[in-house]
């Protein structure tokens, strides 16, 4: 099982970024997938999740609601993270994660750094 982030960077606050995570080593469409982050010297917090296969169930963090959206593309393995009106506490480095009846699967992480 693999997850490998990308499209993490340096952004000004009120910037977008957009974020992937491909997966392989799982049957992708039957697990729920997720970003994470993890700001320095905090835990990992859940950002966004996308439930269901068709990516029509999600639920996100409050301080995300309407800035970032998830979203999956099951033909390609890959799952999305698009970022607006970033903030400078959304500083952390994201973590893609996959649940099912497998396992619990994360990435390696991509730093997202929002600074002015």
């Known amino acids: 099982v693999q997850l490998v982030e990308s499209g993490g960077g340096l952004v000004q606050p009120g910037g977008s970024l957009g974020l992937s995570c491909a997966a392989s080593g799982f049957t992708f469409s039957s697990y729920a997938m997720s970003w994470y982050l993890q700001a320095p010297g905090k835990g990992r917090e859940l950002v966004a999740a996308?439930?269901?296969?068709?990516?029509?169930?999600?639920n996100y963090a409050d301080a995300v609601k309407g800035r970032f959206t998830i979203s999956r593309d099951n033909a390609k393995r890959k799952v999305y993270l698009q970022m607006n009106s970033l903030k400078a506490e959304d500083t952390a480095v994201y973590y893609c994660n996959a649940r099912g009846w497998g396992g619990d699967y994360w990435g390696q992480g991509t730093q997202v750094t929002v600074f002015s």
């Open positions: 996308i439930t269901s296969a068709d990516g029509s169930t999600t």
